[in-house]
């Protein structure tokens, strides 16, 4: 099946510091990505979609200002957590889909962070 | 919106039973629905996909089926094994987005 990678998969980092986090497709090109979050024994909540090309769609009650995202190529979304703060700190995951009829998700690893 | 539901939230069975794990979901509107398996701290691994069309999906001891129109899809797991002990997420999409469950803990004991 299809490969979604991110990176790094942990980080650790003081209040106030800035995190990007990297989500490939390593063989196939994915317009739309999507990333969620999920905190300890809970399921994944989606945060925005992320679209080759233009502006990520965010869901209601996710800042943009604070989780920026960016889809610069149809291999590459980038999610940079800016300012961060303890609250922060979760597994953020990303998926990608093939764009084939009927194909579905691809989830990549998830990074882990952690905010001190 | 579309609202997925799962139960049990937990489960814990010895080694060997045939199990099923639940799925519902209010808008049968969707392209489709997937299974994933969580292991803690790690991503998702996809199980099965069955597209709106489709009844069910098989692979190797699981199965899974769906019924659209009542909303609801059940994963089949044969002869449970310790290494099946995970988090198991449903997922439908529609509306161009993924609406996922809130998992069932599975715990196969030895």
């Known amino acids: 099946g299809a490969v979604v990678s991110q990176h790094p998969s942990w980080v650790i980092c003081k209040s106030g510091t800035s995190v990007k986090i990297e989500c490939r497709s390593l063989?196939?090109?994915?317009?739309?990505m999507f990333w969620y979050r999920q905190f300890p024994k809970q399921s994944l909540m989606l945060m925005a979609t992320?679209?080759?090309?233009?502006?990520?769609?965010?869901e209601q009650g996710v800042e943009k200002d604070k989780f920026l995202i960016n889809h610069a190529s149809l291999t590459l979304s980038t999610l940079t957590v800016t300012s961060a703060h303890p609250e922060d700190s979760s597994f953020y995951i990303c998926?990608?889909?093939?764009?084939?009829?009927?194909?579905?998700?691809?989830f990549g690893p998830g990074t882990r962070l952690t905010v001190l | 919106k579309q609202e997925v539901t799962q139960i049990p939230a937990a489960l814990s069975v010895p080694e060997g039973e045939n199990l099923v794990l639940n799925c519902s979901f209010t808008?049968?509107?969707?392209?489709?629905l997937q299974w994933f398996r969580q292991d803690p701290g790690k991503g998702l691994t996809s199980l099965l996909l069955?597209?709106?069309?489709?009844r069910e999906q098989t692979s190797g001891r699981l199965n899974a089926s769906l019924d659209k129109s009542s909303g609801r899809s059940t994963l089949y797991i044969a002869a449970s094994q310790p290494g099946d002990s995970a988090t198991y997420l449903c997922?439908?999409?529609?509306?161009?987005?993924?609406?996922f469950g809130s998992g069932t803990k599975l715990n196969v004991k030895p």
């Open positions: 063989d196939f090109q994915a317009t739309t």
């Open positions: 998926s990608a889909g093939s764009g084939l009829a009927g194909g579905g998700q691809f």
């Open positions: 808008d049968s509107a969707i392209y489709n």
């Open positions: 997922a439908v999409y529609n509306f161009n987005k993924f609406y």
């Open positions: 069955i597209q709106s069309s489709q």
């Open positions: 992320s679209n080759e090309g233009s502006k990520a769609t965010y």
